[in-house]
């Protein structure tokens, strides 16, 4: 039951686009309120559901925003981005990995790459091998802490403070960003140059 509870609530808070607690806090609360528990399991568990979550995320930016948001001239801008990623699958990867071991968010990082329709393994193998790797660390931290610490105690404060809200609205804030930079430019000629709408549905700068 513990397990089950455990995976739902990692997957909903990974399935919400923004605001949700991060789950390396969960993991540590679960991690002091449970010493007992196997790290290594809760680990797997939590990663799998982490990475199912985020990828029906990335799948319903593609959805929603690619498919109903976005006109031909965006898609076909997102498209170059797609192509030049597709040509670097393996640094793609690594980079993901390293990224999957901190405990940055992730969100809009999955919401950004549904946008280019790349194929999810991509994503999905190098976040599952990095979350599960930090989520281990994090839960046998707390776990250690917990026999440090007075189990009974109460910590102050909470995860909604101004800094993680103004965060999660840049990061946010910097998807759209990415959607209007000119990429063609920037990878075939290495200058930035964002693009702006104008009557007809073309862009320009």
């Given at each position: 039951?513990?397990m ?22 969960a993991?540590s ?8 528990q196997?790290?290594?399991l ?6 799998s559901a982490?990475?199912?979550?985020r ?21 076909q801008?997102?498209d170059?981005?797609?192509i ?15 990224y ?8 809009y990082?999955?919401?950004?790459y ?6 999810l ?11 599960l790797?930090s989520?281990?660390v ?8 917990h ?16 800094y ?14 990415l959607?209007?930079?000119?990429w ?10 964002f693009r ?10």
């Open positions: 039951m513990t089950a509870v455990l995976f739902m609530v990692i997957f909903l808070l990974n399935l919400v686009p923004a605001f949700a607690p991060p789950t390396w806090m993991m609360w679960i991690g002091f309120n449970q010493p007992e196997n790290p290594v809760l680990a797997v568990i939590a990663a982490a990475t199912m979550g990828l029906i995320l990335a799948q319903c930016s593609g959805w929603l925003v690619r498919g109903h948001l976005m006109r031909e001239a965006d898609r801008n997102i170059v981005v797609k030049w990623l597709e040509k670097r699958k393996a640094v793609t990867a690594c980079v993901l990995l390293l999957a071991f901190s405990p940055f968010p992730s969100n990082l999955f919401i950004a549904g946008l280019t329709r790349l194929r393994w991509l994503i999905a193998a190098p976040f599952f091998l990095g979350r790797a989520y281990a994090w839960t046998r931290f707390a776990q250690i802490a026999t440090y610490l007075d189990p009974e105690m109460e910590l102050e404060g909470g995860y909604l403070g101004v993680f809200i103004v965060s999660q609205l840049a990061l946010l804030g910097l998807v759209f960003v959607t209007r930079i000119d063609n430019l920037a990878l075939n000629e290495h200058r930035l140059r702006r709408s104008i009557r007809g549905g073309d862009a320009r700068t």
